[in-house]
């Protein structure tokens, strides 16, 4: 079963405009973390934004934001004002618990394309 | 400061050719690696990971292995490469609240 979930290969948006980014989890360890990533074409993989399963605020860094609803294991990622810098893959990953020796499962990814 | 080195940045081999890459974090001790294959335009298969020396989880069987002979380094290795084994692959470590990525491998195999 995936132990992540990205439902959207691909998502547009309009400079300026927000977006929303979904993804959904599935771990039955009480404590685990969620991460954010933006991977652009070069390769390279830049850290985001993070929550922890016992963070009672949703996260924010900048222009990023989490809808992290637990009860229903997901978390959205929001990128207000988007950027034609902000095109680029994004994948959600899982940081589960000491009992699954902390592995760090990626989603399969959302590509986001940003129009001018 | 905590820095992941990872080589070489690009690999061309044979099929039948043996593999080994490297990876080595620097400014940290006891850390969380694991290993990812990126097969173009797709998402990170976690391939292994090892939370200490000598403890390799391993997620899908498959032509490779990982070890870790030292508590900051950690291997991925194959006797016997197949083409299915190109893709981009990525090393990290992992503290409380951020995974932290090397530059990469780029494999190809002819």
């Known amino acids: 079963a995936q132990k992540i979930t990205q439902t959207q290969p691909g998502m547009f948006v309009q400079e300026k405009e927000a977006v929303t980014l979904d993804c959904t989890y599935d771990?039955?360890?009480?404590?685990?973390?969620l991460f954010w990533y933006k991977q652009p074409s070069s390769g390279e993989m830049i850290f985001l934004i993070y929550q922890g399963s016992y963070d009672e605020q949703n996260a924010t860094e900048g222009r990023y934001s989490l809808n992290f609803q637990k009860a229903r294991k997901s978390t959205n990622l929001v990128i207000s004002a988007s950027q034609l810098g902000d095109s680029a893959m994004y994948f959600c990953?899982?940081?589960?618990?000491?009992?699954?020796?902390?592995?760090?499962?990626f989603g399969k990814g959302t590509l986001l394309t940003v129009n001018p | 400061s905590q820095t992941i080195h990872q080589w070489p940045a690009t690999l061309v081999q044979p099929v039948g050719s043996p593999l080994s890459l490297e990876c080595t974090v620097e400014?940290?001790?006891?850390?969380?690696l694991y290993w990812y294959r990126q097969a173009a335009g797709r998402g990170l298969q976690l391939l292994f990971y090892s939370v200490g020396i000598g403890q390799i989880s391993s997620e899908v069987p498959q032509n490779l292995s990982a070890s870790r002979p030292q508590d900051r380094q950690f291997i991925l290795s194959s006797k016997k490469l197949l083409l299915s084994d190109s893709g981009f692959y990525l090393c990290a470590w992992r503290d409380r609240d951020r995974a932290h990525f090397g530059d990469g491998t780029r494999l190809s195999i002819l």
């Open positions: 990953a899982m940081r589960e618990g000491p009992g699954s020796n902390y592995k760090l499962t």
């Open positions: 771990t039955s360890d009480q404590s685990y973390g």
């Open positions: 400014g940290t001790s006891n850390p969380n």
